[in-house]
């Protein structure tokens, strides 16, 4: 299903919801070495916020 818009359909609908509830950031991990992935959230502003063995952590800040 890559390349349909699928994954930044619900992305879209999660940040939306994000907002219209107030949530000051939305965080998550992503295996370091999913190159799609990361690319999707970059997409979306995410930014990198740290890092373990396995995970890359991201945020987004809502609140500005």
């Given at each position: 299903f890559?390349?349909?818009?699928?994954a930044s359909k619900l992305l879209e609908e999660c940040i939306g919801y994000g907002y219209k509830e107030n949530f000051k950031e939305i965080k998550l991990e992503?295996?370091?070495d999913n190159n799609h992935a990361?690319?999707?959230?970059?997409?979306?502003?995410?930014?990198?916020?740290?890092?373990?063995?396995?995970?890359?952590?991201m945020k987004l800040e809502l609140s500005k």
């Open positions: 890559m390349g349909l818009g699928i992503v295996r370091w990361i690319g999707l959230y970059q997409k979306f502003d995410f930014k990198a916020d740290g890092k373990n063995k396995d995970y890359l952590k």
